[in-house]
């Protein structure tokens, strides 16, 4: 892997991640921090993790927690060696302010007291960009003045990125930007570089939102006689409509998928294939072979689609994967209450072990498990009306007495023997045995889908399988199902 194509540096590869605490882990930001972690690990490089929370009115204790949180969930933490930090950039502020004072100093910057409307006034567009009107007035520091970096009137800046394909940009096309506000604090633009600069950042591989940004902080690069880092911007992440993933609209925070019970694996293999496939066709991957196979150079630049429906296999097949032991402590948070309907003491470890290897192989998140074992640890199985109206057709009550009268004499309670019950009273009302299990097993668990219907019974026992099958037949003499129109 040749990270360091078209820059002079030979510096250990560093990398960094660098998050604003101002809400949940979004997946983008997980996506390009594990970009970077694969790059670090695989170049034996460091991975740095830097807070941005200059932005003291929007930042909280608790998303710097999730940010750390989110992190080591997906592996990367302080006890790996390649992980560095976290940094915060408020501690820096007084190098970014030393900077704008360097660029001052330097000629490279001046102050400017224009406001957008004076802007507009001089050049009759309310949209037109800065045009340079106080470059040469020679104003000194006063309240309210920013200062503008001077951009070059000619030439162009080349970047160098591992993706984009290194694209120019003409240096007369950029006005000359503000670097630090009337009140003197330092903007995004030069606190990054100065970040970066102080934390011997080599490659920066960011989201491609932040590419109209990199001349601009290239040029700032050079002003404070730095080599550049090599930049590579990752493709945006889109929805099935095709629109960037937002907040607004769609569910991004990395928190709300592990809530739900997505795992921690499924959730890095799926992020890891946003923008860069493996080849060979191979998807599902142990994250430490999708490092040996993995060249950023290899990103693709086009949109990134975030299919949840992929997402969920993924899920799926991981969780497959689990031994018997890992699936059923991966999936206890959800078999206990708040995430649980019955009470703590309804809930019967013995029982939802001889049901797991069945419920392992059919569910595609581990919050799924609550809805197909429930029957067994509830007084009375789930009321689904869909499933009742579905399954309670005319001919369901002579089917169920029959069904009951044969499985209270049922020896042994097992599942071939109960499967061959149900069966056989099927035939004798010609029904074959999907049809005739289906209102037996709403009777009995609630629901038309769900784990296998004669194993649950073996486990749920005889006294609760015939209780249950009692109290749907007299919901049936209260309301008989309608014929068929």
């Known amino acids: 892997m040749n990270v360091a194509a078209g820059t002079t540096t030979s510096s250990p590869v560093r990398v960094r991640f660098a998050p604003s605490p101002t809400g949940m882990f979004h997946v983008g930001g997980a996506r390009s ?48 060696p390649t992980f560095e930090g976290p940094y915060f950039q408020s501690a820096n502020v007084q190098k970014h302010r030393d900077a704008a004072a360097r660029l001052l100093e330097a000629g490279r910057a001046y102050y400017c007291d224009c406001t957008r409307d004076d802007v507009a006034a001089r050049t009759g567009n309310p949209h037109s960009g800065y045009d340079g009107h106080c470059r040469d007035r020679g104003l000194e520091q006063a309240p309210g003045r920013a200062l503008r970096f001077r951009t070059p009137d000619d030439g162009e800046t080349r970047v160098v990125d591992l993706i984009r394909g290194n694209p120019v940009f ?84 990395l928190e709300d998928y592990l809530a739900e019970g997505y795992l921690p694996a499924a959730m890095v293999n799926y992020l890891m294939l946003l923008g860069w496939a493996p080849g060979n066709d191979d998807e599902i991957l142990p994250f430490d072979e999708m490092i040996s196979r993995f060249r950023i150079e290899d990103v693709n630049s086009a949109s990134a689609f975030f299919d949840l429906k992929k997402l969920a296999a993924f899920n799926g097949e991981y969780i497959r994967a689990l031994g018997v032991d890992e699936f059923v402590a991966a999936v206890g948070p959800w078999l206990r209450p708040p995430h649980a309907p019955w009470a703590e003491e309804q809930f019967d470890a013995a029982a939802f072990a001889a049901v797991a290897p069945l419920a392992q192989s059919r569910v595609a998140l581990l919050s799924d498990i609550t809805d197909n074992v429930d029957f067994l640890f509830l007084d009375a199985p789930a ?28 020896e042994p309670w097992e599942a071939e023997p109960l499967k061959d019950a149900v069966a056989t009273t099927g035939e004798r009302h ?28 073996e486990v749920l026992g005889r006294e609760r399988t015939l209780g249950r099958i009692d109290a749907a037949l007299a919901r049936l003499a209260e309301n008989p199902p309608a014929a068929a129109s």
């Open 430 to 457: 010609g029904l074959k045995l999907g049809k005739a299990q289906a209102p037996v097993r709403v009777a009995v668990t609630g629901r038309t889908i769900g784990l296998p219907l004669f194993e649950s019974l």
């Open 383 to 410: 009321e689904d009306e869909r499933s009742w109206n579905k399954a309670m057709k005319p001919g369901a009550v002579e089917l169920l007495t029959e069904v009951r009268a044969v499985l209270a004499d049922l």
């Open 33 to 80: 921090a594990l970009f970077n972690w694969a790059v670090a690990k695989q170049t034996g490089g460091t991975f740095v993790l830097r807070i941005e929370d200059t932005d003291a009115s929007r930042n909280k204790p608790e998303w710097v927690d999730g940010i750390l949180a989110a992190h080591a969930a997906l592996g990367m933490h302080a006890d790996d």
């Open 170 to 253: 003409p240096n007369d096309a950029m006005e000359d930007f503000v670097v630090a506000r009337g009140d003197g604090s330092p903007v995004f633009l030069l606190a990054n570089v100065v970040d970066d600069l102080d934390e011997g950042i080599t490659h920066v591989i960011r989201g491609e939102e932040h590419l109209s940004n990199t001349p601009k902080q290239q040029l700032l690069w050079a002003a404070l006689g730095a080599e550049p880092p090599v930049w590579a911007h990752l493709p945006v992440i889109v929805n099935e409509k095709r629109q960037k993933l937002s907040k607004r609209r769609d569910k991004v925070a």
